[in-house]
């Protein structure tokens, strides 16, 4: 069984759209995560978020927006689709950590997202 | 702040013949230090992770890790390279302070690549 899962795997759309992309864990965590990874590899945090609060990285534009049903599952949603958007988009979870410390963060396979 | 410095961007060894990947870390607090690969097209795992035990970390592959303090580094190393060793390393740090919401920084990476 994956134990982090995301859909779709591959997204092709045109600028202006709204998309979503969808993220599953089935490791009982608690926390859960959204990376962008840019065309040079580099890997930045977007959002973490558990059952109690949301930590937005303030250099993510508001028209990206985290959607938790449950704990299983936090899904990122995107409004008004740029051409900068497009990248790998990787969905992590964890088990929470106290005062910092860290739990391994379990990744999933990653959506590359196109922007036309 | 803390940050992470890859000083490789790209790293080519031959079959058999011992890898050095280097890091180096900035942190106003005792660090987490971690190691992920990411192979094509897959997404990342993790290699191993020092948090403050012992300072020769041993992971998955045959990989190891040495956390020197005085140098502030944290270098990947395997005696014998192999052809599936070819991926994209990652070397990260999360600080251990409460504020730090348990997320994790990335360096920018350093491509592996194996001749045989």
């Known amino acids: 069984d994956t134990a982090v899962s995301q859909t779709p795997k591959y997204l092709v759309t045109q600028m202006g759209n709204d998309k979503s992309i969808k993220c599953e864990q089935n490791?009982?965590?608690?926390?859960m995560y959204w990376y962008k990874q840019d065309s040079k590899k580099f890997l930045k945090i977007m959002f973490s978020?558990?059952?109690?609060?949301?930590?937005i990285n303030e250099t993510v534009p508001n028209r990206f927006s985290p959607k938790s049903p449950d704990k299983a599952h936090l899904n990122l949603h995107i409004n008004s689709l740029e051409l900068g958007d497009s990248a790998v988009y990787f969905c992590?979870?964890?088990?929470?950590?106290?005062?910092?410390?860290?739990?391994?963060?379990?990744f999933g396979p990653g959506t590359r997202l196109t922007v036309l | 702040a803390q940050s992470v410095t890859q000083l490789d961007s790209h790293v080519s060894v031959s079959e058999g013949t011992p890898v050095l990947l280097r890091c180096n870390y900035s942190?106003?607090?005792?660090?987490?230090l971690f190691w992920y690969v990411q192979h094509p097209n897959k997404g990342l795992q993790l290699l191993l992770k020092?948090?403050?035990?012992?300072?020769l970390v041993k992971g998955i592959n045959g990989f190891e890790a040495e956390f020197k303090k005085s140098e502030t580094s944290f270098h990947l190393t395997k005696p014998s390279a192999h052809m599936s060793d070819a991926a994209e390393y990652f070397c990260v740090v999360i600080p251990n302070y409460g504020g730090s919401q348990g997320n994790l920084i990335f360096g920018k990476g350093t491509k592996l690549s194996v001749k045989p």
């Open positions: 942190s106003s607090y005792s660090p987490s």
């Open positions: 992590a979870s964890s088990r929470s950590g106290t005062g910092g410390l860290y739990n391994e963060q379990f």
């Open positions: 490791l009982g965590h608690d926390t």
């Open positions: 020092y948090t403050s035990a012992a300072t």
């Open positions: 978020y558990n059952n109690k609060e949301l930590i």
